[in-house]
């Protein structure tokens, strides 16, 4: 074989342990997940049953589609619970360890607060945190490189869409300071 040819393996030094402890199996998270699909999908049946899912003398109703697909969801839901209950291969498989978990929560728990923090900070000041954070958190860049990039990606983002489009984004007190 050529040198060139050999297959180059990269490991990832932050991988999760083979030994890392599982939180969840994979039928208790298949339960669970039919189960809020279920009562999703009959709160939508609900709402749109309310609404009208008839047929009115121009065409169907506001729900009348909806609700159909709110009895699809909740239909397809009950067949995965069935055979979430009926499976038991499900409960010796681990869904997540806890190193994967904390994994998943470095980048959900930071973009859930982004979310809260837009509505104060406003989306421009908020997504130059969230960048600038995940980059020096979980990318390790150094500060002035995730600074540095932070404010070049909000400032073209407010270029985008406050100078270019005129779209109306979520805005806090700094772009009130500029008159935005």
């Not at 239909?75 to 498989?93: K, V």
Request: charged share 15%; hydrophobic share 55%.
């Amino acid at each position: 074989m050529a040198e060139s040819e050999k297959e180059i393996v990269v490991e990832d030094p932050n991988a999760p342990a083979e030994d890392s402890p599982g939180v969840a199996n994979t039928r208790t998270v298949d339960i669970v997940v039919s189960l809020l699909l279920i009562a999703f999908a009959g709160l939508m049946a609900f709402d749109n049953w309310r609404t009208g899912m008839g047929w009115a003398p121009d065409g169907p109703k506001a729900g009348y589609f909806p609700f159909y697909l709110s009895m699809i969801l909740g239909g397809a839901s009950l067949y995965g619970l069935l055979a979430a209950f009926l499976e038991r291969a499900g409960a010796q498989r681990v869904f997540v360890n806890r190193d994967q978990l904390r994994r998943v929560m470095q980048v959900f728990v930071p973009t859930c607060l982004f979310c809260l923090v837009t509505q104060w900070l406003g989306l421009y000041v908020a997504s130059f945190l969230l960048v600038a954070g995940f980059m020096r958190v979980i990318g390790r860049i150094a500060w002035w490189k995730s600074l540095l990039t932070s404010f070049i990606f909000a400032l073209a983002m407010f270029v985008t869409f406050d100078v270019a489009f005129d779209v109306l984004m979520p805005k806090g007190p700094i772009e009130a300071l500029f008159g935005h």
